[in-house]
């Protein structure tokens, strides 16, 4: 294509391990020496007064335990006040003007009914921009938390994971975000962005019960799409805009063995709060159907990258990183065994990494090739769900 460009992405793979202020002092120090990000990670001063600043403390007490120290650690580290980090007001919005970063992504769940080694299977594809994404991967083992696997979010929250108990976490946007910019939604409510959420849940539940509980106290301020599954045969789809939420429970009893989704809503009863969707959103949900249903009862880690490698729109891998919806990486969890494959940058063009939370990798570096390309009008095209 013409109007293509390739290029390298390096991603990091970073093994935190300690108290939260120790992981957060470590977190500190690998940027310490990069004046932009210290600039863009320390920017949040004055976002909130003293008093909001307080409250927001509070919450994240409350619901994500131990961040604040970690944040501590952080700020010390680059000698500056925790109020400093752009963390806190990223994450829990005020009702008001207040952006929302969103991720075009593709995830499933596969019960072991229906897989060929009977384990649970969860997959992922993560789209977005490489101009702003953390592209970082965190082993993360902190005292007194369950030891995870995960890409970060402004450095602190989760975009997916799993977790030492088997009990994985994903996410994608329902596609219109709350916010300022054009085309927004004003936020319904003050709560937490989904990275917080994610890290919570990978942080301190052991099942899917545990997790959802979680989600019922915790308020929340954003058009989100969640899938969470364990290594027992549980899975859920989760589906919230604004104030509504709804949850589709699977277990080995259910009639269907399988979850997916991608960027609009599907559960009938949340489908009328936005009632249509990108065109690329549904025909990758079909793909992502489609391809589960033909495979079935013999799924495996194969199947999933099958449909990560195609690219749209025969899978669901694309290149539009100049437009926030290019492939960054893709993951499978083994919840069964607790193995993470992990390839960085699209599938075609770069291998699979094994990852295990028992024996980890030391951090490091890993180089990924990504090809920018433009999307066709078509794609974008908005549709109306039936």
Known sequence: MSNSATKELAFTHAVLEGTSYEVGYLQGAA?????????FFTSGEGLFSDL??????????????????????????????????????????????????????????VLPSISENEHVLVGRSYEFSDRIDDLRL??????????????????????????????STTMSSARVPVGVGEGMQPLPQSGFQSWAVL??????????????????????CCNLNLIVADRRGKAALIEISGTEKAVKLLDASSEEQFLCSTNHLTIPSMVPHIPYAMKNSALRQEILESSLQEASPEIGPGTLSRIFTQKYPDGVCCSYYD?????????????????????????????????????????????AKIVKEKAEPDFWKIVALD
């Open 31 to 39: 940027i310490k020496d990069y004046p932009q990000a210290v600039e």
């Open 52 to 109: 909001e600043f307080a409250g927001v403390i509070d919450l994240f007490d409350d619901f994500c335990p131990g961040l604040n120290e970690e944040i501590e650690g952080f700020a010390d580290c680059l000698d500056v006040s925790p109020e400093q980090a752009i963390y806190y007001a990223s994450t829990y919005l005020k009702a008001g003007p207040s952006p929302e970063e969103s991720g075009n992504c593709s995830h499933m769940a």
């Open 138 to 167: 965190c082993t993360t083992r902190i005292k007194g938390k369950a030891d995870h696997i995960g890409f970060s979010t402004f450095f602190f929250g989760r975009s997916e994971g799993m977790n030492e108990h088997g009990l």
């Open 199 to 220: 890290r919570a849940v990978l942080d301190y539940c052991k099942n899917v019960e545990e997790a959802l509980a979680l989600m019922d106290e915790m308020p929340l």
């Open 323 to 367: 437009e926030f919806f290019g492939t960054l990486r893709s993951l499978i969890f083994d919840l069964t065994t607790g193995e993470t494959r992990i390839c960085f940058g699209p599938p075609a063009l770069n291998k699979w990494n094994i990852f295990n939370l028992e024996n980890p990798s030391t951090s490091g570096v890993y180089q």
